[in-house]
């Protein structure tokens, strides 16, 4: 157990030291390829694109590398990932950590006022737990662990991206957290915490 303990502070290491030595600067000048869905900024101004300025390089880049691995899969994001090298991948999870992230708003507010209660305090009744345990109280993640940051997400996103987890569609999650969460949750609950997670900052 002491061994295997040592293995993954080690792997955790490791893992920190290669992402930070991400370059913003040579970041964006690979990010051309980017804009079209991601924005220029990491901001993207489409609602099925997620936004990327602010979220931690730890997890941009294990999504990117999920991605080329073939663990996580999306018929988009498969040709852009293609050529990318361990480097090239890092630079850009660097440069768009480096972003200011927009300000998102909910637009539903019965909708936000449900997301709330589930993304603070869970639902006791489905055994479903709290979104704030592992993304914060203000949506903000846990780099080190690669939580995601949350907050400001466009819903339709948000909401997809929890739909593929419940469906096993999207299956890249340590430990199935993820999937085992949205399988939970019903679109209405989906829904919900989506909406307020959009207006979160």
Not at 8 to 37: E, H
Not at 177 to 192: F, N, P, T
């Amino acid at each position: 157990m002491k061994k295997l303990a040592i293995a993954t502070l080690i792997l955790f290491g490791v893992t920190g030291t290669a992402i930070a030595a991400g370059n913003p600067s040579a970041g964006q000048a690979k990010a051309a390829t980017c804009i079209a869905c991601h924005g220029a900024d990491g901001n993207s101004m489409v609602p099925n694109f997620p936004k990327l300025a602010g979220q931690h390089a730890e997890y941009v880049a294990k999504q990117l590398r999920d991605f080329k691995a073939g663990d996580r899969v999306d018929p988009s994001m498969a040709p852009m990932v293609a050529g990318l090298s361990e480097q090239d991948m890092d630079d850009l999870a660097a440069f768009y950590a480096t972003q200011a992230p927009s300000i998102g708003a909910a637009t539903d507010e019965e909708k936000a006022a449900r997301g709330r209660q589930i993304f603070l305090g869970g639902d006791a009744s489905k055994g479903l737990s709290a979104c704030l345990a592992c993304h914060g109280p203000n949506g903000g993640g846990i780099p080190g662990a690669k939580f995601p940051m949350l907050k400001g997400q466009h819903a339709a996103y948000t909401a997809k991206a929890l739909k593929d987890f419940r469906s096993g569609a999207r299956a890249n999650d340590n430990g199935s957290m993820m999937r085992s969460v949205a399988a939970r949750m019903s679109d209405s609950d989906i829904e919900a915490v989506a909406e307020y997670i959009a207006g979160l900052h």
